[in-house]
């Protein structure tokens, strides 16, 4: 039985048409126009345990409502939700002693005190055992080096280490899910990189069921091998990330370096290439040519940009998770 079973779940919300200014203001106060927006459209997926599934897609696609209906926030319009065997809305409290939340930048941890009373705090909380809660501790020592951070004030912490407590707490009572909304957020490269680590170690091995929403596509590549991708409320794919890089296949990333400034240029060739998407990374100073090899021949690109540029470096690659997504937002799959 999957740990996590959605069977057509639509979510709907009632808004009110609001009108502009002052004398709008106080006429809405009176008004019962509203309208139905439908933020969550007729989703099914099932998630077995021990999965780590990339929940994707642009903001205001539907990924919060879903994830709130997840955790017993939201009761959805129509549909069957069952999380662990439970109905979360209707089993809030034996839902939340089952999962673990991770909201990104939004500390669940307390402010004043340092790390290990809030450990001890959220211990008794979820009523966990000694030996659980050392062992978990033992656990945590031998994953990240924790112990300069216990008897941190968690407002004198930085970021990154906040994000990695934030973690360490979610995990803490050895929840069955633990759900990541934007965990790296506004992180350095090397704790980006440790946090990854961290969870990927966890969910090894404590077999903890993990629901990722990020917009950033190396988490993706780190940890995900299942991604669901849905956009204003409509599931758009559910499978894993080869499978859908295969649907762009005939895709090719063509990097050049080039003389001139370079945002002049990275217009100049999208304007030689209008078909094509056309990018620059200013701080390694690439342009980078998607290539539909469909189209046009990347080798056919590359002899004319040599025409009309003065090519100094370039690089081929297959496309990135993260043009792959751009493109399925854009275009969806066809």
């Given at each position: 039985?999957?740990?996590?079973?959605?069977?057509?779940?639509?979510?709907?919300?009632?808004?009110?048409?609001?009108?502009?200014?002052?004398?709008?203001?106080?006429?809405?106060?009176?008004?019962?126009?509203?309208?139905?927006?439908?933020?969550?459209?007729?989703?099914?997926?099932?998630?077995?345990?021990?999965?780590?599934?990339?929940?994707?897609?642009?903001?205001?696609?539907?990924?919060?409502?879903?994830?709130?209906?997840?955790?017993?926030?939201?009761?959805?319009?129509s549909g069957e939700i069952l999380v662990n065997g439970c109905v979360p809305y209707k089993n809030?409290?034996?839902?939340?002693?089952n999962i673990g939340v991770v909201f990104g930048q939004r500390s669940q941890l307390w402010w004043?005190?340092?790390?290990?009373?809030?450990?001890?705090?959220?211990?008794?909380?979820?009523?966990?055992?000694?030996?659980?809660?050392?062992?978990?501790?033992?656990?945590?020592?031998?994953?990240?080096?924790?112990?300069?951070?216990?008897?941190?004030?968690?407002?004198?912490?930085?970021?990154?280490?906040?994000?990695?407590?934030?973690?360490?707490?979610?995990?803490?009572?050895?929840?069955?899910?633990?759900?990541?909304?934007?965990?790296?957020?506004?992180?350095?490269?090397?704790?980006?990189?440790?946090?990854?680590?961290?969870?990927?170690?966890?969910?090894?091995?404590?077999?903890?069921?993990?629901?990722?929403?990020?917009?950033?596509?190396?988490?993706?590549?780190?940890?995900?091998?299942?991604?669901?991708?849905?956009?204003?409320?409509?599931?758009?794919?559910?499978?894993?990330?080869?499978?859908?890089?295969?649907?762009?296949?005939?895709?090719?990333?063509?990097?050049?370096?080039?003389?001139?400034?370079?945002?002049?240029?990275?217009?100049?060739?999208?304007?030689?290439?209008?078909?094509?998407?056309?990018?620059?990374?200013?701080?390694?100073?690439?342009?980078?040519?998607?290539?539909?090899?469909?189209?046009?021949?990347?080798?056919?690109?590359?002899?004319?940009?040599?025409?009309?540029?003065?090519?100094?470096?370039?690089?081929?690659?297959?496309?990135?998770?993260?043009?792959?997504?751009?493109?399925?937002?854009?275009?969806?799959?066809?």
């Amino acid at each position: 039985m999957a740990i996590i079973d959605i069977k057509n779940v639509t979510k709907e919300f009632k808004v009110l048409n609001r009108r502009e200014g002052l004398k709008g203001s106080l006429k809405d106060m009176f008004s019962r126009n509203y309208k139905t927006v439908r933020a969550v459209d007729n989703i099914s997926m099932s998630i077995e345990q021990g999965e780590i599934v990339g929940y994707l897609g642009p903001n205001g696609a539907g990924k919060s409502t879903t994830i709130k209906m997840m955790t017993g926030v939201l009761e959805p319009t129509s549909g069957e939700i069952l999380v662990n065997g439970c109905v979360p809305y209707k089993n809030r409290t034996r839902n939340a002693q089952n999962i673990g939340v991770v909201f990104g930048q939004r500390s669940q941890l307390w402010w004043a005190l340092p790390l290990i009373e809030s450990f001890k705090l959220l211990k008794d909380i979820y009523q966990i055992s000694d030996s659980d809660y050392e062992s978990m501790m033992s656990l945590y020592q031998s994953l990240v080096d924790i112990e300069p951070l216990l008897h941190k004030p968690v407002r004198q912490m930085s970021l990154g280490q906040r994000t990695l407590s934030d973690i360490l707490a979610a995990f803490l009572h050895d929840p069955k899910i633990v759900f990541l909304d934007e965990p790296t957020i506004g992180l350095d490269v090397s704790m980006k990189a440790k946090i990854r680590t961290l969870i990927h170690a966890l969910n090894k091995e404590k077999k903890t069921t993990v629901i990722l929403t990020t917009h950033d596509m190396g988490d993706v590549d780190a940890l995900c091998r299942r991604i669901v991708i849905i956009d204003h409320g409509k599931m758009l794919y559910d499978n894993d990330i080869e499978h859908l890089k295969s649907f762009f296949g005939s895709y090719r990333t063509l990097k050049i370096r080039v003389d001139g400034e370079l945002e002049k240029q990275t217009q100049a060739i999208q304007n030689q290439f209008p078909d094509f998407s056309v990018s620059a990374d200013e701080e390694e100073e690439w342009i980078s040519v998607l290539v539909d090899e469909e189209k046009q021949k990347v080798l056919d690109v590359l002899s004319q940009l040599q025409k009309t540029h003065r090519v100094k470096d370039m690089q081929l690659e297959e496309i990135s998770t993260e043009e792959v997504i751009k493109k399925i937002y854009e275009e969806g799959v066809q």
